[in-house]
């Protein structure tokens, strides 16, 4: 049975390289099993959308579409490097300090001798001495000061490290945090509900035929509604709810202490809302109509980690846009 599974898998494969004349590459093999397998959702709502829009799934299409998948490892090694370098910051800055204070009380002491050799009335060996110390103490005030400069170095360099951090998990566009901060922010509010026993729902969103709307009114327009869809969930979220963009038209949101069925009626008032709303092309005057999103809801302590949790959301999202769209739908906790 489980050679049949495969062998349909490889012949499934096969076929949608040689339908969409994709060439035999490592990188094509592992998006069209992402596609085919389900073990990318996100890859096959897109492959399907894009086949049922009659536009071609070319090598150039394929590889952006895939591209999301491919920023895992680059964003984990993001955040190695920003640890230790946040790790190396903290090092400088205790060494330089305890390195200026031991300086400054060394050059105190030197003072302290040499105002008392000056002042003796001592042979001229020890005057010479006293000269050598003056010059050992300007040499300490010396590295004082240096040392003071490297500690203010450190201290810019950190708060440019801060802001690059917040610039690196912003959605520039909507304003949101993006992709990369939802995943910490699930991490943290997965281990602490599971810790202490509290709800979380983890909600996958997508604007239903968002790529249309770019067709017919242009980018800007398509920019605007990803900004309005944002308003939207922002609308919606507290302290207990987080909403982040997830790339392209897709949003995430954790609604903490809440079960599936709270954050389905969340998120159907903001769906309910949002589709009563005719909306125009403030550039064109043209009529864009009606706007509107799925989501796929899922309970994220049903599940043994957030990554999983987030997959049945995302599916049960790709099951409200093949039951039509503009729905909200639960995940199937035996996923």
């Known amino acids: 049975m489980a050679g049949e599974s495969r062998?349909?898998?490889?012949?499934?494969?096969?076929?949608?390289?040689?339908?969409h004349q994709l060439a035999v590459s490592p990188e094509n093999l592992s998006a069209a099993y992402n596609a085919v397998s389900g073990a990318s959702p996100s890859l096959t709502r897109r492959v399907a959308a894009r086949i049922a829009e009659g536009e071609p799934v070319t090598q150039g299409w394929l590889q952006e579409a895939s591209?999301?998948?491919?920023?895992?490892?680059?964003?984990?090694?993001?955040?190695?490097?920003?640890?230790?370098?946040?790790?190396?910051?903290?090092?400088?800055?205790?060494?330089?300090?305890?390195?200026?204070?031991?300086?400054?009380?060394?050059?105190?002491?030197?003072?302290?001798?040499?105002?008392?050799?000056?002042?003796?009335?001592?042979?001229?060996?020890?005057?010479?001495?006293?000269?050598?110390?003056?010059?050992?103490?300007?040499?300490?005030?010396?590295?004082?000061?240096?040392?003071?400069?490297?500690?203010r170095e450190a201290k810019a360099l950190r708060r440019r490290l801060n802001r690059a951090r917040r610039e690196a998990e912003r959605d520039h566009l909507t304003g949101l945090p993006n992709r990369?901060?939802?995943?910490?922010?699930?991490?943290?509010?997965?281990?602490?509900?599971?810790?202490?026993?509290?709800?979380?729902?983890?909600?996958?969103?997508?604007?239903?035929r968002f790529k249309l709307i770019n067709?017919?009114?242009?980018?800007?327009?398509?920019?605007?509604?990803?900004?309005?869809?944002?308003?939207?969930?922002?609308?919606?979220?507290?302290?207990?709810?987080?909403?982040?963009?997830?790339g392209g038209e897709e949003f995430v949101l954790l609604f903490r202490g809440q079960s599936v069925r709270e954050a389905m009626s969340r998120l159907d008032a903001a769906r309910e809302d949002l589709a009563a709303r005719r909306l125009v092309n403030r550039e064109t005057e043209n009529p864009v109509g009606q706007v509107t999103f799925s989501a796929g809801v899922a309970d994220a302590l049903a599940f043994p980690t957030p990554k999983e949790a987030l997959r049945a959301a995302d599916l049960a999202l790709l099951r409200a846009k093949d039951e039509g769209r503009n729905k909200v739908v639960a995940a199937d906790c035996s996923v």
């Open 180 to 208: 990369r901060a939802f995943e910490t922010e699930m991490a943290r509010q997965y281990a602490e509900a599971s810790e202490q026993g509290h709800k979380l729902s983890v909600a996958f969103c997508d604007i239903d």
């Open 215 to 246: 067709d017919r009114h242009g980018h800007a327009a398509g920019d605007r509604i990803l900004k309005l869809i944002a308003q939207t969930f922002t609308a919606i979220s507290d302290n207990n709810c987080h909403v982040a963009r997830h």
């Open 7 to 19: 062998r349909e898998l490889l012949t499934a494969i096969s076929e949608f390289m040689m339908l």
């Open 67 to 151: 591209g999301i998948l491919d920023t895992e490892a680059e964003d984990e090694a993001s955040r190695r490097l920003s640890t230790e370098l946040d790790r190396s910051l903290n090092l400088f800055e205790r060494s330089t300090s305890a390195a200026r204070s031991a300086t400054s009380e060394y050059g105190d002491q030197l003072d302290r001798q040499v105002s008392r050799l000056s002042s003796g009335g001592v042979g001229e060996t020890v005057r010479e001495l006293a000269v050598l110390a003056q010059q050992m103490a300007e040499r300490a005030r010396i590295a004082e000061g240096e040392l003071r400069a490297s500690e």
